[in-house]
């Protein structure tokens, strides 16, 4: 090969030895993933430009390096007005070059990068690859041409359901939907040579072929299913209307109108919210400067009731080797069939070739087995002598530079660390239930933690594809914390004139993904009941309480696991109101002498808000959040906040300054003593406020 003029982010080489004749291989080489920017934009244009006026030019493949083809258009360049030279005219370059154009592509070809691909004349992907059009999760529709060349290889109804749920399709499956024309078992760079021979010099602009399939039904079907799930997304309406369009507008126009509506919501309030997500997620996942995680492939579990079952399948889903010890074996066996239907459920879903391969992961032992992990979790009960004396245990077990974590979702884990002989690889891992399906994992910094641990820790989430957040030790650590003075603030309404399904229904409105008293009762109302009478010598006595869910606890009312909670689920499994829940919550104001009133949803609204933002201020002010963006992370993925308004902090942080301060002021003069405003507040809004 020879290696022609490079500029800075784009290689061309070409290759005079082949049929048809002398070839470029352009490669797009802008570490780490080679996203689209300005840069590389500039470089494609020139490039493309040159080999415009190569007579002897046979045909070009277009690759990138870095594992990846292209993730997409630089995501950094979205706050800041778009500057030329833009994608489409780099597609449209490629697509008017005389000879064909084939894509070559490993790794993430997403978004602008798939949008690029789509500009070529032909697409192959190696089978690891992964391709898909996911703006709409940003907020955004594609605006190179995505929602007009898809539709015209796959179809209306099918393109409207990729675009909508921004799906990332692995390359066996794109190629049966024609996202891609072959997957490529060897090089792929190779394997484009060769269909650049079978293509004999022809082009095949995917722009200038019919829309493949234009069923009304087929898209009437997809367009109710694709809102049914938008939940407010305001991009996936303008999807639809502009894969719709493909079928009836001219290209240019239809082109010149997608690209509109993508810019429009770039600078739209949900696209910034979302892009502030996806970069505190990545700025989340950095290990500490210069730290290098320990190599994990062997993992234990010790405990297999829910949670440990839920870790053991996360694991096994991204193919650890997994033990699971449990010592009472009826637990262990009702575990293993379990784990054995939720592997059926994987094959089924395709998520892995069969059940058994799952299953093969997984060993039971005890935990003299331990001795060869890498990791050990325990998920035992939340007892700390318990969990103390079976982490003693496992230090003398396992190998001297083994991490031992600990899944409480509340516990002293210094305390625990302390236990063992080697506190600096002890942590917590804080998972979600269920944890093979919640995304959020808070990664619990002990006191003495190395920072290879901690390394370990925040590399083994990104591998289990979880949303790994840092906290410090404290009561409820960032998630429980914040959530315990909502779920105070949302007894405080029932007690002043409240019934819960207006605080549910209020809270629902506003975008939550459910309603806090149907969290309660599908969490299990005895949980907090624990955690209240186990604070209670701790507690002031004239801090405001509320009793109302001491009684349904004293009579039986769990919950969803009993039937009955703040809702009864006999009748339905939603939950009706209970005239019973009512009575309780009546007396009890009457008992206190509080007189009910009226409380509209938006009083309730801003109440809870306040407390969950005021909260999140005294989380960072004690050092337990290192930063908002993480706690934002932690509501969003792990406490159904909406994700479209970024999380609590970035929601606060745009709404007008004196409507939070006035809002979080009423909460704390209704809260009663002890309750005021957090002193950091104004900085924590300011510092969200970027
Ligand atoms: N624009 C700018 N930066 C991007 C980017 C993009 N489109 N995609 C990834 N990056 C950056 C990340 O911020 C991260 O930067 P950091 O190291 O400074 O934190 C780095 O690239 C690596 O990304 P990460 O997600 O940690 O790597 P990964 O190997 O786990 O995953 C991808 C790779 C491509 C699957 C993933 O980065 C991704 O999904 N990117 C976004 C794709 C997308 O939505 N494209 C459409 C844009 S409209």
Redesign the pocket.
């Known amino acids: 090969m020879n290696t022609d003029e490079s500029c800075k982010t784009v290689r061309v080489e070409t290759r005079s030895d082949l049929a048809p004749g002398r070839i470029a291989v352009v490669t797009i080489d802008n570490p780490?993933?080679n996203?689209g920017s300005l840069q590389v934009r500039r470089d494609l244009l020139e490039v493309f430009a040159r080999l415009r006026d190569d007579d002897g030019l046979a045909g070009v493949v277009l690759t990138g390096a870095n594992g990846?083809f292209v993730?997409?258009?630089?995501?950094?360049e979205f706050d800041a007005p778009p500057q030329a030279p833009h994608l489409p005219e780099v597609i449209a370059a490629i697509e008017s070059l005389p000879v064909p154009v084939v894509a070559a592509i490993d790794?993430?070809a997403?978004?602008?990068?798939y949008e690029l691909a789509l500009g070529c004349d032909a697409r192959l992907a190696t089978p690891r690859s992964?391709i898909g059009l996911?703006?709409v999760?940003?907020g955004?529709i594609p605006g190179a041409g995505g929602t007009q060349r898809l539709p015209r290889l796959v179809g209306i109804a099918r393109a409207i359901s990729l675009i909508t749920s921004g799906r990332?399709v692995k390359a066996q499956e794109a190629c049966l939907l024609g996202m891609i024309d072959a997957v490529a078992e060897g090089d792929v760079v190779d394997s484009a040579l060769e269909h650049l021979k079978t293509m004999t010099g022809r082009k095949r602009v995917v722009r200038e072929l019919a829309v493949a399939s234009n069923d009304p039904e087929e898209i009437e079907a997809a367009e109710r299913e694709a809102l049914a799930r938008a939940k407010g997304a305001a991009a996936v309406p303008e999807a639809i209307a502009a894969v719709k369009a493909s079928a009836v507008l001219p290209a240019e126009k239809a082109l010149y109108r997608e690209r509109e509506t993508s810019l429009r919501l770039r600078v739209g309030p949900q696209a910034k919210a979302l892009r502030h997500l996806?970069?505190s997620e990545?700025?989340a996942?950095?290990p500490p400067e210069g730290a290098e995680p320990l190599r994990v492939s062997k993992v234990g579990v010790v405990g297999a009731g829910r949670m440990g079952q839920g870790i053991a399948l996360a694991f096994m889903l991204r193919g650890f080797d997994v033990r699971l010890s449990e010592s009472d074996p009826a637990v262990l066996e009702s575990a293993l069939a379990a784990l054995r239907g939720e592997a059926e459920k994987a094959a089924s879903r395709g998520r892995v070739h069969s059940a058994d391969e799952l299953m093969a992961r997984l060993s039971p032992g005890g935990l003299e087995e331990m001795s060869d992990r890498d990791l050990v979790i325990e998920a035992i009960t939340e007892d700390m002598a318990a969990k103390k004396a079976l982490l003693a245990r496992l230090d003398g077990i396992v190998r001297a530079e083994a991490v031992l974590a600990s899944n409480t979702s509340y516990l002293d884990l210094d305390e625990m660390a302390a236990a063992t002989s080697r506190p600096e690889r002890v942590g917590g891992l804080h998972f979600f239930n269920p944890a093979h399906i919640m995304r959020l994992v808070e990664i619990v910094r002990t006191e003495n933690i190395a920072p290879a641990t901690l390394a370990t820790l925040i590399s083994i989430c990104?591998r289990l594809g979880k949303v790994g957040v840092v906290a410090r030790v404290g009561e409820g650590f960032i998630g429980n914390r914040i959530f315990s003075a909502y779920r105070r603030q949302c007894e405080f309404l029932l007690e002043e004139g409240c019934l819960p399904q207006d605080v549910d229904r209020a809270m629902v409105d506003f975008g939550m993904a459910m309603g806090p008293f149907a969290v309660f009762d599908l969490a299990g109302l005895d949980i907090a009941w624990a955690t209240r009478k186990r604070l209670a010598p701790k507690r002031d006595p004239r801090m405001r309480y509320v009793e109302i869910p001491d009684i349904l606890c004293n009579i039986g009312r769990f919950g969803r696991k009993t039937g009955k909670g703040w809702y009864d689920y006999s009748a339905s499994s939603r939950g009706a109101p209970d005239p019973d829940v009512q009575a309780v919550i009546e007396a009890e104001s009457e008992r206190k002498g509080i007189e009910r009133r009226a409380i509209g949803d938006d009083e309730i609204r801003n109440r809870l808000l306040a407390a969950i933002v005021n909260e999140a201020a005294l989380v960072l002010a004690e050092g337990i959040a290192e930063r908002a963006g993480d706690i934002d992370l932690v509501l969003v993925h792990g406490y159904g906040f909406p994700a479209l308004a970024g999380g609590p902090l970035h929601w606060a942080a745009r709404m007008p300054r004196d409507r939070i301060l006035a809002s979080v002021d009423a909460m704390a003069a209704e809260s009663g003593f002890g309750a005021e405003r957090a002193f950091n507040l104004l900085e924590v809004l300011d510092q969200a406020a970027g």
């Open positions: 780490p993933v996203a990846n993730a997409g258009s630089d995501i950094r790794g993430a997403l978004g602008g990068g992964i996911p703006e999760t940003l955004l990332r996806f970069f990545r700025q996942a950095r990104k």
